[in-house]
């Protein structure tokens, strides 16, 4: 079970995103959509195109 602090803020993404941009290009994302701070403590939760996990 993961454990969230209290006031921590989750922010889903609610279309796709493309995963293959890897932790710096999700990072850009959360800058100029959002326009938030990635580094903030708050978690951004995003969905890649297929939305299926590999089995």
């Not at 932790?23 to 959002?34: I, Y």
């Amino acid at each position: 079970m993961i454990q969230i602090a209290a006031g921590t803020k989750v922010y889903l993404a609610c279309q796709p995103v493309d995963m293959r941009r890897g932790f710096d290009g999700l990072s850009a994302e959360v800058v100029n959509r959002l326009n938030a701070d990635p580094y903030s403590g708050n978690l951004f939760v995003f969905r890649g195109r297929r939305g299926q996990q590999a089995t």
